[in-house]
């Protein structure tokens, strides 16, 4: 089964201080990965996309990497500001068709 | 930019009530998807459509129906209203078939009573 886990479910974190979240996959045949932010009441926003060949990709303070052997994503936020406070999905798609499969998210909150 | 604009940010209805909801692109994009989004459950997927007058089941479909008559406009239809479809809706389109980038819209938060 096509299933896509994400770790933490939620966190707390002071601003300015960096924080890694996780991704774990087992969709095959694999096809890339996209990490999306979702403000609170807002609709989610792709912030990155993680294909086969690709190992690291920044956006900003936003640094996401994949390990396609592993079927691992993470995505790093460095000196974290209040702004960063949402939810974070990780959605992988299959090499066929329309099929997605997303992660349940990452709530992260930054606090002063 | 895209938009993908939601008619409504916020409805109440009562149990039994036919509910549209509306969800317009701007873009041109092929694809339209409607998800529904609940606390510990992540995105679900209701329906999808790849071209006018198309739809295809999602993983949720019981309940829902679509429609789309032109290309820049989706609808959600509850046909009768239940209390376990209080949700957040959110319509997306994309413009490639299989992997294309998602845009969604604002959501719509349904309260059924």
């Known amino acids: 089964k096509n299933q896509v886990e994400q770790s933490p479910q939620s966190l707390i974190i002071l601003e300015g201080k960096n924080c890694t979240l996780q991704?774990?996959?087992?969709?095959?045949?694999?096809?890339?990965l996209r990490w999306y932010k979702q403000d609170t009441g807002r609709g989610p926003v792709s912030l990155t996309i993680?294909?086969?060949?690709?190992n690291t990709k920044s956006n900003g303070r936003y640094t996401a990497t994949l390990d396609a052997d592993t079927k691992q994503s993470s995505l790093h936020i460095t000196a974290s500001q209040l702004s960063d406070s949402a939810s974070y999905i990780c959605?992988?798609?299959?090499?066929?068709?329309?099929?997605?499969?997303f992660g349940g998210g990452t709530r992260l909150m930054v606090k002063p | 930019d895209v938009k993908v604009t939601q008619s409504s940010r916020y409805l109440v209805k009562r149990t039994g009530e036919k509910v549209f909801l509306e969800c317009v692109q701007d873009?041109?994009?092929?694809?339209m998807f409607w998800y529904r989004q609940d606390p510990g459950l992540g995105l679900r997927l209701i329906y999808f459509?790849?071209?006018?007058?198309?739809?295809e089941k999602g993983d949720i479909p019981e309940g829902y129906s679509v429609s789309r008559e032109k290309k820049e406009r989706f609808s959600l239809i509850l046909e009768s209203a239940s209390t376990n479809q209080t949700s957040m809706y959110l319509c997306?389109?994309?413009?490639?078939?299989?992997?294309?980038?998602?845009?969604f819209g604002e959501g719509s938060r349904l309260t059924v009573l």
């Open positions: 459509s790849y071209d006018v007058k198309m739809k």
């Open positions: 991704c774990n996959y087992t969709v095959s045949p694999f096809s890339n």
């Open positions: 997306a389109s994309s413009l490639g078939r299989a992997t294309g980038e998602l845009f």
């Open positions: 873009m041109d994009h092929e694809n």
């Open positions: 959605v992988v798609s299959l090499n066929a068709g329309n099929m997605l499969t």
């Open positions: 993680m294909t086969f060949s690709e």
